[in-house]
Structure formats: structure tokens, C-alpha cells
Nanobody, 126 residues
Framework: EVQVAESGGGSVQAGGSLRLSCAAS????????MGWFRQAPGKEREGVAF????????VYADSVKGRFTISRDNAKNTMYLQMDNLNVEDTAIYYC???????????????????WGLGTQVTVSS
């Protein structure tokens, strides 16, 4: 069993930055791919950024490329999302997702992730 908790959300003006954290606890030896999803009011959940177990391979949604940076510290079982140059379209609840499956085929598919955090709100104002 793995527990996941996000932190670091808040309100910021357009052009500003925020850093989200996702701390995993429990059976962390099984952690594989970790990722961030977001959901804005009235919209479907969207994959934002993903990072493989070794930390060397990352995947980003086109909408955040060049602005967001995902990273992880395996010693601390923690993943981060540095969000720069935020715009109002980034406003959403951000969820941390963790997969403990040994093989992840579709890294952007929510179904690949078996543990989720409760989410943290990010609000960007113009």
C-alpha cells in the first residue's frame, strides 16, 4: 500500500511560479512512474507531466512544455513540479499519481496509476 500527498498549491498572478510537491509513503520500494494530472472546472482530467523511476525520462503535455519541470528525489520518495510562467489556463486542481506496476505502457493514461493524492488547488489570476 502507498499513500500519496500533494502540497504547494496556492494563488498566483499570471507570469508567476509555484512548486508542487508529492510525497509518497508506505511500500515505496514499488514506486515506478509518477505523474501529475490536473482538472479544471467543467473540463476533463488532463495529464500534465510524468517521470519514470530512474528520473531520467520525462513526458510533458504540449500545453506545459518549456514552462513546467518535473523531477523526483527517490531518496525522499518525493516528486516535484516546478511551474513557471503560469497563465490563467493553468488554473485547476492538481493531482499526484503513482504507479507501482512493473510495466507502464501508456504513461499519460490515468488507468496506469493505482495511487492518487487528494489534489491541491492552483489558481492563476490575470
Amino acid at each position: 500500500e502507498v499513500q500519496v500527498a500533494e502540497s504547494g498549491g496556492g494563488s498566483v498572478q499570471a507570469g508567476g511560479s509555484l512548486r508542487l510537491s508529492c510525497a509518497a509513503s508506505g511500500y515505496t520500494e514499488s514506486l515506478n512512474v509518477m505523474g501529475w494530472f490536473r482538472q479544471a472546472p467543467g473540463k476533463e482530467r488532463e495529464g500534465v507531466a510524468f517521470i519514470y523511476a530512474g528520473g531520467g525520462h520525462t513526458v510533458y503535455a504540449d500545453s506545459v512544455k518549456g514552462r513546467f519541470t518535473i523531477s523526483r528525489d527517490n531518496a525522499k520518495n518525493t516528486m516535484y513540479l516546478q511551474m513557471d510562467n503560469l497563465n490563467v489556463e493553468d488554473t485547476a486542481i492538481y493531482y499526484c499519481a503513482v504507479s507501482t506496476r512493473p510495466y507502464v505502457v501508456g504513461v499519460t493514461a490515468p488507468e496506469e496509476y493505482n495511487y492518487w493524492g487528494l489534489g491541491t488547488q492552483v489558481t492563476v489570476s490575470s
